[in-house]
């Protein structure tokens, strides 16, 4: 098993950036690749970027793409994702996820059913 765990959420205003960091620890060497989901209120999961946790392949969402980037540390088993100009619809909970397989379209359309390891989330509220 995989445990995850999340922070660096918090309120932040338009146009401000944040970093969230993601934490694994357990059979982190049964990790294929790890990713960022968002979830607003009343609204699907969402998939924002992916990171190889063995190469340096990654990739963001359309959705996303110019202002969010996705990094890792292997040596601290940690991904991170930095998001730039921020704006009131980036207002959800983050989520990391793992999973320990290829998955279809991981780096630009991940779909949250094909990954098997969560973290708790962490509340990201961007202010107008």
């Known amino acids: 098993q995989v445990q995850l765990v999340e922070s660096g959420g918090g309120l932040v205003q338009a146009g401000g950036s944040l970093r969230l960091s993601c934490a694994a620890s357990?059979?982190?060497?049964?990790?294929?690749?790890m990713a960022w989901f968002r979830q607003a209120p009343g609204e699907e999961r969402e998939f924002i970027a992916a990171?190889?946790?063995?190469?340096?392949?990654?990739g963001v969402a359309d959705s996303v793409k110019g202002r969010a980037t996705i990094s890792r540390d292997n040596a601290k088993n940690t991904v991170y994702l930095q998001m730039n100009s921020l704006k009131p619809e980036d207002t959800a909970v983050y989520y990391c996820?793992?999973?320990?397989?290829?998955?279809?379209?991981?780096?630009?359309?991940?779909?949250?059913?094909?990954?098997?390891?969560w973290g708790q989330g962490t509340q990201v509220t961007v202010s107008s």
């Open positions: 357990g059979r982190t060497f049964t990790i294929y690749a």
């Open positions: 996820a793992a999973t320990t397989h290829p998955t279809s379209n991981l780096y630009w359309q991940a779909r949250a059913k094909d990954f098997g390891s």
């Open positions: 990171a190889s946790w063995s190469t340096g392949t990654t």
